[in-house]
Nanobody
Framework: VQLQASGGGLVQAGASLRLSCAAS????????VGWFRQAPGKEREFVAA????????YYAESVKGRFTISRDNAKNTVYLQMKSLKPEDTAVYYC?????????????????WGQGTLVTVSS
């Protein structure tokens, strides 16, 4: 499964962005999907995850209430809606997929990774 992340950009603090993660195969609908991010000089960290049946969803504490993960299995796409962006959200965002939900809750485990998309939030 090949994953393609898109939707990053340069925005001001308080703005919104929606990231997309599109997959190459219909089997994507059977995979749990997670979003991760990596800021300069920092380790890659978990952001959000959704199971293949759209529930449950999990979020890092730092993004709860501001980010929403969702998926459209008919389009083989998972979204990350980001609101009230902060400068500390600046990072390269990656999507990842795995047959198991546990596999997308940590950056060590996912079987499949997409390339990153850069989100820059200016103050």
């Amino acid at each position: 499964v090949q994953l393609q992340a898109s939707g990053g950009g340069l925005v001001q603090a308080g703005a919104s962005l929606r990231l997309s993660c599109a997959a190459s195969k219909d089997t994507f609908s059977m995979l749990a999907v997670g979003w991760f991010r990596q800021a300069p000089g920092k380790e890659r960290e978990f952001v959000a995850a959704v199971d293949w049946i759209e529930r449950p969803t999990y979020y890092a504490e730092s993004v709860k209430g501001r980010f929403t993960i969702s998926r459209d299995n008919a389009k083989n796409t998972v979204y990350l809606q980001m609101k009230s962006l902060k400068p500390e959200d600046t990072a390269v965002y990656y999507c990842a997929a795995d047959p198991l939900m546990a596999g997308v809750l940590t950056s060590k485990l996912p079987d499949y990774w997409g390339q990153g998309t850069l989100v820059t939030v200016s103050s």
